[in-house]
């Protein structure tokens, strides 16, 4: 079976993706985006740790990081998620790849997550990002656990 270049494969992903999601950079916050990000300090961030019962702290610092670098621009909050978005698809990849053995089918499904378009409020919808995170966390566990069985 031919073996194709893994960068190639990488460089496939990241151009499907850039061509579904390029336009969301755009856009400005929208919903309920502009209430998610209202931690502009380190003592509301801890003050809100210690009130509220239920806590999401990946997502609160990244809101608390990103607003006290970026403020108020959308851009850079959608092209970080656009980055966690595209390393989930070249882990999909991975993990397929691993899984069939094979790099074609490995390639397709991951080629077919990219351009999942339903994936697109993920990346246009700043609050989602906790579908990417979690994709992300449960992505690596999985090839962790593949690994530790070799």
Same mark, same amino acid.
């Not at 801890?46 to 239920?54: D, Y």
């Not at 909050?77 to 790849?97: D, E, G, K, P, T």
């Given at each position: 079976?031919?073996?194709?270049?893994?960068?190639?494969?990488?460089?496939?992903?990241?151009?499907?993706?850039?061509?579904?999601?390029?336009?969301? *950079?755009?856009?400005?916050?929208?919903?309920?985006?502009?209430?998610?990000?209202?931690?502009?300090?380190?003592?509301?961030?801890?003050?809100?740790?210690?009130?509220?019962? *239920?806590?999401?702290?990946?997502?609160?610092?990244?809101?608390?990081?990103?607003?006290?670098?970026?403020?108020?621009?959308?851009?850079?909050?959608?092209?970080?998620?656009?980055?966690?978005?595209?390393?989930?698809?070249?882990?999909?990849?991975?993990?397929?790849?691993?899984?069939?053995?094979?790099?074609?089918?490995? +390639?397709?499904?991951?080629?077919?997550?990219?351009?999942?378009?339903?994936?697109?409020?993920?990346?246009?919808?700043?609050?989602?990002?906790?579908?990417?995170? +979690?994709?992300?966390?449960?992505?690596?566990?999985?090839?962790?656990?593949?690994?530790?069985?070799?």
């Amino acid at each position: 079976m031919k073996k194709y270049s893994e960068t190639g494969i990488y460089l496939l992903l990241f151009l499907v993706s850039l061509s579904l999601f390029y336009p969301s *950079f755009k856009y400005g916050f929208v919903s309920d985006d502009y209430n998610r990000i209202t931690i502009h300090s380190l003592d509301q961030l801890l003050e809100s740790w210690k009130q509220v019962n *239920f806590r999401r702290p990946i997502d609160e610092l990244y809101y608390f990081s990103f607003y006290n670098f970026f403020g108020y621009n959308p851009f850079p909050y959608r092209f970080f998620l656009f980055i966690v978005y595209l390393l989930n698809s070249f882990l999909v990849y991975r993990l397929v790849r691993i899984l069939t053995q094979s790099q074609v089918v490995g +390639a397709l499904v991951a080629v077919f997550f990219a351009a999942n378009t339903v994936q697109f409020r993920n990346i246009y919808w700043i609050s989602c990002n906790l579908l990417l995170f +979690a994709t992300t966390f449960y992505l690596l566990s999985a090839l962790s656990f593949l690994r530790y069985l070799e």
